[in-house]
């Protein structure tokens, strides 16, 4: 929605804009409640998305938070945690392209550096299942979409 | 294209721990009382057109003929051993950890964030072959292959320069480096060979007998003599 504002401000520039220029903040308007009690709800449970989605990857491959006898818990968390409100502003604000740009492009580099596509594929993956314990169906509808983009640039 | 410092980037004064800030109007500040363009390291920009570049290119070629492509990689060979001292300053700035304790990918990938800001293209970093002393990068979106267009020769120079110079300054040997593949030569994107200079001029002569990227690759990783 950000990125298309600021796309609406730059074309329309002295004249009105036409219905279907407004048509993406319509769609905003409608789902805005939505996309701010989602918000607010990832906020409140963060921290026990991520242990579960933590205890998934174990479970799944305990191997991929250790590489010989160096443990990458920590880094994962910390860059599970960042990835999740990266996500949860990209909901509140409906900003798919600006998630990529701002961030997905980028991270995908660190996380190729690392090798760590695996684990990304994984957490993205569990988070889109976990979120739905938190989140009414119609906010699933809006997150997991995000996550999964999130999954399809990070885990490959 | 950046020159030299110029002043220090506001919002990266204030986010400092911001890694991400790759975006357009993250990555630029337009200083409009100087009339000037820093970017996040505090590199001084300046925006071109594609004429510009045309304008770069053909001139020095009318001036110099067919040494403009070695003038070309010169000139990138010195950008890039500059850049190298200039990364080294802020990637310690901003990781708080020196280059030589970074992991290597992640260093080189860090090196590269701020060309593709500036439009230089994206990359892909192929060291598979590393410990043979060569590597290979993939560079989609040339700054230069594009606007000049399909000529059917390679004309990535400056980029070729800038590789060799780089990587030069930070292995601390003399690299050389040779694109063997071109966006201007009808291909999908840049190919460019990195190594030691004798593998580097086995290349050039390959390429000048009519051998493609595949075949150098296949040559070089079969230990084929280099003359």
């Known amino acids: ?156 | 294209m950046d020159t030299p410092s110029v002043r220090a980037h506001t919002l990266r004064q204030k986010y400092p721990q911001k890694h991400n800030h790759y975006n357009f109007a993250d990555f630029f500040q337009f200083n409009e009382s100087e009339g000037t363009i820093a970017d996040w390291n505090g590199s001084r920009n300046i925006l071109t057109s594609e004429d510009f570049i045309i304008g770069l290119l053909e001139g020095l070629e009318e001036e110099v003929g067919a040494a403009s492509a070695a003038v070309m990689y010169s000139i990138g060979v010195e950008w890039g051993k500059q850049d190298s001292l200039f990364f080294d300053q802020w990637f310690e700035r901003e990781y708080k950890v020196s280059p030589q304790q970074a992991n290597l990918m992640f260093l080189l990938e860090t090196w590269w964030w701020p060309f593709t800001a500036q439009g230089w293209g994206r990359w892909e970093i192929d060291m598979a072959d590393r410990q043979q002393g060569f590597m290979f990068i993939n560079l989609f979106d040339s700054a230069v292959a594009r606007t000049l267009g399909d000529v059917g020769k390679p004309v990535c120079y400056l980029y070729a320069g800038l590789y060799a110079g780089f990587f030069t300054e930070m292995v601390r040997k003399q690299l050389s480096c040779i694109e063997i593949q071109c966006y201007s030569m009808g291909e999908t994107y840049c190919k460019f060979l990195l190594g030691a200079k004798e593998r580097i001029d086995a290349a050039a002569f390959w390429l000048n007998e009519g051998a493609t990227a595949i075949d150098i690759e296949k040559r070089l990783r079969s230990g084929e003599p280099l003359s």
């Not at chain 1, 799944?60 to 960042?82: C, E, H, I, M």
């Not at chain 1, 990209?90 to 991270?107: K, R, S």
Request: some cysteine.
């Open chain 1, 1 to 156: 929605m950000l990125s298309q504002l600021q796309t609406l401000v730059r074309e329309v520039d002295g004249r009105y804009a036409t219905d279907t220029e407004l048509l993406f903040l319509q769609n905003y308007l409608q789902t805005a409640r939505l996309r701010f009690s989602a918000y607010q709800k990832i906020q409140k449970a963060e921290k026990d998305i991520i242990r579960q989605v933590k205890q998934k990857l174990k479970a799944t491959n305990p191997k991929l938070l250790r590489r010989g006898k160096v443990d990458f818990s920590a880094k994962w968390q910390r860059d599970a945690v960042s990835g999740l409100r990266f996500c949860a502003h990209a909901l509140l604000v409906a900003d798919e392209e600006g998630l990529e740009e701002n961030f997905l492009l980028w991270f995908q580099s660190v996380m190729r550096s690392f090798k760590a596509q695996k684990s990304c594929d994984i957490t993205y993956k569990a988070m889109q299942d976990i979120v739905r314990q938190y989140l009414t169906p119609q906010e699933a509808e809006l997150f997991c979409p995000i996550l999964a983009q999130a999954r399809l640039l990070l885990g490959q």
